[in-house]
Structure formats: C-alpha cells, structure tokens
C-alpha cells in the first residue's frame, strides 16, 4: 500500500492507497519539523487510525510545510520510520506537493497560501526557483499568520471600528492584551494562533479597515515574491490552501494590478496529488 501525506503547520491528509483504490482517508496535526519533536509525532500518529494499518503500509510520500532542507526531511523521515516499520519513507516539501497537484506535468507558478506562504517556480517536473518565505516573524505576507498580525495589532492599538472591535469581545471574550501577547510570546504555535484570526477576518470582509488588512496582506504577498520570479506574467498562478481558497477574490482583483492571471485554486491538495501519484 501507498500512503501519501500533505502536511501544512496545522494539519495533515493522509491518504493510504492499494491498487489504485483509496482505503483510508484521515487527518492528523500538522507536523512541521520546527515545530514538532519525535514524542509528538508519534503520539499523534498512534492516536490516529494509522495505527491499525501502519504494517501494511509499503511506501509513504510525506509532503510537508518546513521541510525543504534535507536536514528536516532526514528528521522526520526518520521518526516516520520508527512508525511505518516496513515502508520506505520519502519526505519532501510541501511546495512539491503544491506543485505536482496543481500543475501535474505542466509548468506554472504555484503558491500555498495557508496558515504560512510559499512560492515556486515549476518546470513540470522541478522546482526551478523559489524566494524564501522566511517564515512567520520574517514573512509569509499573504498566509493566514500575516493577516492574523495585522489584524491583531490594529485591534491592540485601537485602530478597528467599534462594530469590528466588539464583535471581537463577543466571539473571543478571554481575549485580552495580557492574553493574547501570552499566546504570542509565551506559549507553543503563536503561528497558528495569530492565523485562527483569519476566519474572524473574512466575516468583515466589507468593513473598511479590514477590506485594508486583507489587500495589504496579498498587496505584499505580490510585491514580497511573485513579481520577483523571472517572465512572472508568462506563467498562470495557481492556488493551493485554505486562505487562497477563502480569499480567492480578493487575490483575483490584486493579481490584476499585476498583470498576473490566476488558474487552479484548490483548497486541499491532496486528492489532486493522489491522483499524481496514480498517473505519473
């Protein structure tokens, strides 16, 4: 059997495959290697019904968010090795991932536009170009985590209207300046904190200031990586992820100031990179 796995910072699909018949679907946390240790990996993979088919797996295909160098793939292909006790574990990027399912054999420029960013250049086999996203402190102009921070610090500054601001005590009423800088500086994913906003943002869509947040964010994601790739306008630009696929056209109309013309959105890569897997 084959199991194929995409992983971002908050959540994995795997999907286990035998003769060309998929047997099982399920969802795991995500496990980006800068975020996750081998306790953690393993206990979330035997809570999971993995466990009951973890001898019968052959191959495993894990792409994931945070595992472009072959320091991390190593890592983790090594703690999924200790699981998948008789399979051969090949572990690569999740832009890999985003690729091949968007563009299967084709060329094109592909982003993942999830709880991070990322971006690449795809000839229809590799990976030619990608400018780094530096992560969530440094980067990911257009993720989730970078709406999340210029949501949250309007708000801690005062800078969102009242409707705005008091419908944000109502839904989240233990969130305080103390708590939220807590959640931030203290404790573990402050990443996938700051982009559980993003929901929250999406529903004030119409209100100015947040209409001003979303288009700063993607205005940046354009400016930050796409116009950056070379003949960047030759190329459609494909969608992968939650946020691309929720912010879809807010991204369209951005992309137009640009020149750039936007094909596949896809939500969840992984049926299409199953599909992959079967033809090529």
């Given at each position: 059997m084959i199991l194929v796995a995409d992983s971002g910072s908050t959540k994995t699909d795997w999907r286990l495959i035998n003769d060309k018949t998929e047997v099982l679907a399920c969802s795991t946390m995500g496990f980006n290697p800068y975020f996750v240790d081998t306790s953690v990996v393993l206990k979330e993979l035997s809570a999971s019904i993995l466990e009951g088919k973890k001898e019968e797996v052959e191959q495993v295909f894990f792409?994931?968010?945070g595992c472009s160098s072959e320091e991390k793939q190593t890592f983790l292909a090594a703690i999924f090795a200790q699981f998948f006790t008789n399979a051969n574990i090949t572990v690569a990027h999740d832009l890999?991932?985003?690729?091949?399912?968007?563009?299967?054999?084709?060329?094109?420029?592909?982003?993942?536009?999830?709880t991070g960013a990322n971006t690449c250049l795809y000839n229809g086999t590799d990976i030619t170009h990608n400018i780094p996203a530096l992560g969530y402190i440094l980067g990911d102009e257009g993720g989730g985590v970078h709406l999340g921070k210029l949501f949250i610090k309007k708000l801690l500054h005062g800078h969102l209207s009242d409707k705005v601001s008091t419908d944000f005590k109502h839904t989240f009423p233990k969130f305080n300046l103390n708590t939220i800088l807590d959640k931030v500086y203290k404790e573990a994913l402050p990443n996938r904190f700051l982009a559980s906003?993003?929901?929250?943002?999406?529903?004030?869509?119409?209100?100015?200031?947040?209409?001003?947040?979303?288009?700063?964010?993607?205005?940046?994601?354009?400016?930050?990586?796409?116009?950056?790739?070379?003949?960047?306008?030759?190329?459609?630009?494909?969608?992968?992820?939650?946020?691309?696929?929720?912010f879809h056209k807010h991204i369209v109309l951005i992309a137009k100031d640009y020149g750039v013309i936007i094909g596949k959105v896809i939500q969840q890569p992984i049926s299409e990179l199953v599909d992959f897997h079967l033809k090529y």
């Open positions: 792409y994931g968010a890999l991932a985003a690729a091949r399912a968007a563009c299967k054999n084709e060329s094109g420029l592909v982003a993942i536009l999830g906003f993003a929901q929250f943002i999406l529903k004030h869509e119409n209100e100015t200031e947040i209409n001003l947040i979303i288009h700063q964010s993607f205005d940046e994601f354009f400016k930050q990586y796409i116009v950056m790739y070379p003949n960047y306008q030759q190329y459609p630009l494909h969608i992968v992820g939650s946020i691309g696929f929720y």
